[in-house]
């Protein structure tokens, strides 16, 4: 927590960044969000397993980009973010400075994002199990069943797209749900239309997501969409073997394809 | 955009579609659909009166959208557009449903057909509402000509663009031109040399400066589309070499079929039993012997060996019957005293003078005996050492119901023609498809015969279907009159049903770009956009699905069309 | 049930599969009247949500079907696009849709039999499986009936 704290300030001091984006705590006790712009601010910076928020989702916000150099403090979801939106020509190397701490609290500095590739390679991307236990339950129900338990579900979704705004890769202009030539997904939130959003936000994000699970945990309604996503990392991990944010310099799975892709249900 | 004013025109072709179609039925229902201003059922859309009622009907009723239910759009869509360009309507603002391939010649109970007949109709009609005039592109037109192959066909195309003025790349495979027919002695039907046409040609190919000649060279790839092709080859001992052009012949010919699955036929196991093929090349070189050297006293000539034949080659080989009565002619000229045997199992001598050379060669005491292809093909069994011959051909002649026991020194199997060991792969690098055959499909088997699916790629001689050397001849001619048309013009207009990009949408995220298989997409990084150019857009459709907030759309296929058509067809089912 | 007449759209790229059943019409080979083709240039046009808009619409199966891999006339529209499938395919089934109303398939243009023989066997199969109702009742709720 110090070193952040110490190496925030010698940058802010410095005016090699502008802003440092980090966790602190808010009035609630909860942790959040903070955007530290003055050295003395950095005493509110921390660091440690609460500190599971996606912080990589305030990098493409326009009011943030515009401030100048920004330094984050990322935790393993945002540091994939930050390869995965690379990818995605949506951030730059030289625009951003990205500071971590290991599981034993060792400082690190990324110089570059094939540093954070180096990282990001040893580090654990697994689902968390209670999310991969969930999904094993559901593939064990009949398709009734599991259709029922999406049903009860996404009656509750009111369209609110906290899902949306929460999740870093849905960094659109215009989202396709608002799209109206044609309108392809009801306005309302009938349940069909919460039904089709759900598909169209996962099939958006498949070989895209990062599994952070900032959606879900947006979600006012508690709904389970991560699972949706989850669902989709493991099918491109074990079709493609390839998982989402682990390298600045991929074309995305769902724009490249091997010649001999292995599927079992084509005739 | 004006209030869409639909005419809607039901073909009964003949009675292909109205036998099994109500189109009268089709026609009065579809008057309620919203839009529609005439609905007319005619007995042949495409005969100039059919046309004609359309040309009248726009002017008269001020139509602005055109729907033709009638046969499939791969066959009819140019020609209604055309029609359309006459009446100075876009010839985009069309559409057709195809209720004769999808519809009427595939089902059987008059009331359904009918019914999806009307459902197909109204879909047509929903999504025309959402039609807008498109642009033709004008892609400037590079006068050279890539030729695939070297054999009789390519030849001809080759030196015809040449005389031309205009550059030709000859590609040949192997490491002379000529291909079959530079293995072949006399031709059909008058029996002259071969040769001696084909050397000359040969020798003006060569000394050609208009051409450039790569031998043992072969084609892995071909970037571009009309107008603007590029390769880059190899040839054989030279360096890799770029090659820019606008059009392409493909001309890569056929092989002939190796008959030793045939085991009834022997091939491989009895010395004498040998192929069309081998024995052309006897008579070119003057010397037909068996394989002892000495001379055959009974000769055979089997047809149809893999033509015609389930297993293994359902079309027939075309050329075979008529050279196999060539061979008889020359082998009577050859061997005054000697028998010479004819089994057919059905006798083709398409074209001009080949029944006459029948007719010359049946009184050339020639025995002509029929087998059944189907069902009862002869059988080829080692003579007894009394027998005085070598082989016993067993057959139930056809039409005397006898079986017969032929006797022969030297068998010659007239084998089938089939595409040749690269087809797949020249197919796939020339964009032309191949029909179950192996066999290059034309853009319309009747009115277009030589071109393709592809702009600027064109198919001559046998690799479009087997042939003789006057038909792959004609087809060479034809294909260098549509190329050399083209190049005089200076230009090819190209569809505008390519994909645009709204630049207050797009993100920047480049998806696009790595899925366009024409790198027709690049990326403004003033903008942060991607943007399309129209011209390398060949309108696959695929960076349009891949984009995730439909930046993207594509004209003749846009979202909202192709939502439309699908909904109608839904719910008018 | 045998006599349900099962509503089937059938999304398939102009160049093999169009071209496919054109042959089948050519050939004259017979078969149900229940698939309806839309035609598009490629399987690679086809976006996953045309085929949420047809069940959506009423559709109780969906034919996806079009060059072989290799025989893309736009080189790789159908890589892209199996990769499309394989991936949405496995979403739906996770979301509890029916994959069996799915049917995806390669037919060229010289498969004009092929196409015959997938058109009777999914449109026997769906015919088993009875109108979809699940996606029904979830259309019913929905006010907006149609899209456009
Ligand atoms: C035994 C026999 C006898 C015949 N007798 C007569 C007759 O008397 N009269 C008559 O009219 N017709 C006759 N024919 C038919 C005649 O041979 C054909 O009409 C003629 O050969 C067709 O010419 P083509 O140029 O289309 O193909 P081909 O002659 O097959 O030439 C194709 C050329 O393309 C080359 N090639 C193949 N693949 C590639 C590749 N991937 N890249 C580059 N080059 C390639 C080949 O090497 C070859 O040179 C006979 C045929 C046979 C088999
Ligand atoms: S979909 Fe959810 S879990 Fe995946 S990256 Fe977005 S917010 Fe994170
Ligand atoms: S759901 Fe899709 S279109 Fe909408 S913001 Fe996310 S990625 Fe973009
Ligand atoms: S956050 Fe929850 S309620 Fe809001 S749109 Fe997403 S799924 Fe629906
Ligand atoms: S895929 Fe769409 S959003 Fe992305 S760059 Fe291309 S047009 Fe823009
Ligand atoms: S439609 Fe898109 S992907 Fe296809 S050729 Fe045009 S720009 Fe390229």
Redesign the pocket.
Known sequence: MDSIRKRARELLEKNTVKVVIGYGVGSDNTVRAIFVRRPEGVEELIFDETCVQNLAVYLLKNEIKQIGKLCIIANISALRTILQLASEHQIHEEELLCLSVTPNGELLEFTGFKDIENYISSCNRDLPDKESEMIKKLEKMSVDERWQFWMNHLSRCIKCYACRSACPMCYCTRCQVEYNQPQWITVEATLMGNFEWQITRTMHLAGRCVNCGECARACPEDIPINLLNYKTVLTVKEKYNISAGTNANIDSVMSSFESDDKENFIR | MEKPRIGVYVCWCGTNIAKMVDVEAVAEEIKNVPNVVVSRNYKYMCSDPGQDMIINDIKEFKLNRIVVSACSPRIHEITFRKTLKKAELNPYLFQMANIREHDSWVHTDRAEATKKAKALVTAAINRINYHEPLKELSVDINPATLI???????ITAALEIADADKKVYM????NK?????AD?D???PHLSS?QQMLGPMIERMKKNKNIDLFLET??KEITGYIGNFETIITPKNDNETKLSFGNIVV????R?WDPSPLENYGYGKFPDVIT??EF?KMLLSGNIAKKDGSIPKNIAIIHCVGSRNKNYHEYCSR?CCT?AL?YANQLRSAFPNASIYELFADMRTMSKGCEELYTITSRKKVVFMMFDQENDLPGIRKANINDNCEMIIELNEKRSRKFVEVPADMVILMVA?EG?E?VKE?AQITGVSLDGNKLFIEKHPKLDPVATTTSGVYT????QGP??????VSQARAAVARILGTIARGTAQVAGTTAHININICCGCQMCISVCPYSAISFDAEKNVSVINEILCQGCGTCVALCRPNAIDIWGCSNRQMTAELTALLLSD | MSDFQPKIVAFVCTWCTYAGADLAGTSRIKYEPNVKIIRFPCTGRIDYMFLIKAFANGADGVIVSGCHPNDCHYVSGNFHARRRWIVFRELVDFLGMDVNRLCFSWVSAAEGAQWAKIVNSFTEEIRQLGPYKAYMELVKKDKNESVF
């Open positions: 695939i192959g070297g054999g009789i066909s390519g590609i040949e495979k192997s031109l000529g291909g079959y027919t072949i006399l031709t059909y071969v072969e084609i001309s890569i010919g056929l002939s069309s093929v052309e050329t050279v060539k023609m040749r690269m020249v001559v001689g046998s690799c042939k003789s050397i006057p038909d792959s």
